[in-house]
């Protein structure tokens, strides 16, 4: 075994645990779930004994959770820094989340776009929330004032920009499979307005 596989091998021990304590149950709770003996997951636990994968199996099930998400190796990207978007008065910070969905955190200083030609639409939906300021989302003809600790949902179709108000905010911004990729694409050089 790998310091590697150690390492990962503590780590999951941990979780079944930590797993098991956050849902206030004892040895005798989950091993009654996992139907596993109290001593075999004990001995799991304190690491005298072997991870088997159809041990896991049944304790991820008795735990609510996938097989997946209780081996899987911690994430070595816990900090990100931002990435600094200057033609558009943004700054970014990309946040971990579903395979299908993405989570953008924005930081704008400008307006959106003043000309409807610059707005961009595609396929999918957004949400997004302001953190701190005042957000202006343009979609179709309406103009929005979205303000700190308010939300919105809005289908992609509709050509749509966010901007800043009366200087800068900060929006958390959620995006589906199908306006994450078209927000992924290359810019075309014309600063159309992303939201």
């Known amino acids: 075994m790998t310091q590697n596989d150690g390492d990962l091998d ?3 021990r941990k979780r079944i645990r930590a797993l098991r304590l956050a849902q206030g149950w004892s040895l005798e709770e989950l091993a009654g779930r996992a139907k596993l003996s109290q001593s075999t997951l004990s001995r799991m636990e304190n690491g005298q004994r072997r991870l088997a994968l159809d041990s896991l199996v049944t304790l991820a099930r008795a735990l609510d959770t996938t097989l997946d998400q209780l081996v899987e190796s911690a994430a070595d990207d816990v900090v990100s820094s931002p990435v600094i978007d200057s033609a558009r008065g943004q700054m970014r910070w990309p946040v971990k989340a579903d395979p299908g969905m993405t989570v953008i955190r924005q930081r704008m200083t400008g ?3 003043d000309s409807p030609a610059r707005m961009r639409a595609h396929p999918g939906r957004e949400w997004l929330v302001v953190l701190s300021g005042t957000a202006v989302l343009l979609l179709g003809n309406r103009r929005l004032r979205i303000e700190t600790h308010q939300a919105a949902e809005f289908p992609t179709m509709l050509p749509h920009a966010i901007g800043a108000e009366g200087g800068p905010c900060e929006v958390l911004g959620i ?4 306006a994450r990729r078209s927000h992924q694409r290359p810019d075309d050089g014309g600063g159309k307005g992303r939201s």
């Open 175 to 178: 995006f589906d499979r199908d």
């Open 10 to 12: 503590s780590l999951v």
């Open 111 to 113: 307006p959106p776009p």
